[in-house]
Every structure is written in structure tokens, then in C-alpha cells.
């Protein structure tokens, strides 16, 4: 099961998403109570590098901004919008994370991995698990929105998908991660993890 902690703001929870061995770990530039700019988004990746994927999270964004976060940040994944992609100039060999929303039109031919998202990224509201679900037969879908400790393993049942991803579910307030919560959201997600999916092929 591939783990995604997103909203770091401190060296802390990135100790704790680290001590979790999670997949990866998202600093956030959009709009939101975790929003950090470019420099300090570096400095608190600095631990981590070589360790878990670093992901700059975006929605939406201005060129101009996305050529900051990768030449300040250098991320490892860029994550925004698939309806995004179409108007950005990115590197050639920029790693891509799309994010599709639980109420957009799905194009007829999926990206090789995507985010399945509610409406509102870091809400806490969670989406809608059947429609996750029949996406997560045709591609690598990782599941966000309104997952926590208590509920991620009804949502791995019920979604099958290649992976998860967290942010106000492993918060002690709005921004503010939780060290005990983030290792408890991992465990909790691989005690399901080894049940049978139907999964895509790792994109090349």
C-alpha cells in the first residue's frame, strides 16, 4: 500500500512520516492553512530527500509559481489538477501526480496514476468511495479525502486502491500534524494492504 502524508508544516511530522516509512510526503502551496512558501518547503524536505518521494501540491496554479516551487522546492512529484496540465510548460521529466475530482468529467483515457479527490482538498470530507472505486479498476488510484485511522481500512475494503493519502486526518488542529497520529494512519493502512486488488500496471 502506497502512503501519502500530505501538509507537512514541521520537522516533526516529517520525523514521524519518516519513522512510518511512508511512500511520500506533500507540502502544500495552494491555498490552505498549510500553505508554505518554496524555501521553507526545502528546508523541511531537507531530511528527507532519498528517503520518501517529496511532493509539491498544488491547484490551479499561476506558470509562474510552478517555476518557483521547481526551482526552489525540486520536487520529486508535482501534484495538480488534471485539468491543470493542459496550460502548464513542465519539465520532460517532471514526475506527475493528477488530481481528479470526484465531480469532474473523467476523460476517456486516464493518466497511469492518479489522486482521487472530494471537491475541496484538506477538508475532511471524504468522497465518494464507489465512484474511487470503478477508476481504481482502470488505473493506479490513490484515495484522499476524509481518510483517517478509523476509517482507512473501510475505505482500502471498499475502494481497492494502490494507495492512500492523509492530511487532516492525522491532525491535532488545522495545520498541525500529529506524530502519533501519522504512525497510526500507516499501520492501520498496511494491516489491509495485503488483501487481494484488482491494480494497473506501474506506469512506465
Known amino acids: 500500500m502506497w502512503i501519502k502524508i500530505c501538509g507537512m508544516t514541521t520537522p516533526e511530522a516529517v520525523a514521524a512520516a519518516l519513522a512510518a516509512g511512508v511512500d511520500a510526503i506533500g507540502f ?7 500553505r508554505l512558501t518554496p524555501q521553507r518547503a526545502a528546508q523541511l524536505a ?33 501534484q495538480t489538477d488534471l485539468t ?11 514526475d506527475l501526480l493528477p488530481v481528479v475530482r470526484e465531480a469532474d ?36 488510484l490513490i484515495l484522499a479525502g476524509g481518510l483517517n485511522t478509523g476509517n482507512v481500512a473501510a475505505a482500502i475494503a471498499a475502494v481497492q486502491p494502490f494507495g492512500v493519502d ?11 500534524k500529529s506524530p502519533e497520529q501519522i504512525v497510526s494512519f500507516a499501520s492501520a493502512a498496511r494491516a489491509v494492504s495485503d488483501a487481494p486488488a484488482i491494480r494497473a500496471e506501474d506506469p512506465a
Request: include cysteine.
Open 28 to 34: 502544500v502551496f495552494a491555498e490552505s492553512s498549510r
Open 46 to 78: 531537507q531530511a528527507a530527500r532519498g528517503r520518501v518521494r517529496c511532493v509539491a501540491v498544488t491547484r490551479h496554479p499561476a506558470q509562474a509559481a510552478v517555476d518557483e516551487i521547481l526551482k526552489v522546492f525540486r520536487p520529486d512529484l508535482l
Open 84 to 94: 491543470d496540465l493542459a496550460r502548464l510548460q513542465l519539465p520532460a521529466g517532471l
Open 105 to 140: 468529467t473523467v476523460p476517456a483515457t486516464l493518466p497511469g496514476r492518479i489522486l482521487f479527490e472530494g471537491p475541496v482538498s484538506g477538508a475532511g470530507v471524504a468522497g465518494d468511495w464507489n465512484a474511487a472505486r470503478r477508476l481504481a479498476r482502470c488505473t493506479q
Open 166 to 176: 492523509v492530511s487532516s486526518g492525522v491532525e491535532v488542529r488545522p495545520g498541525v
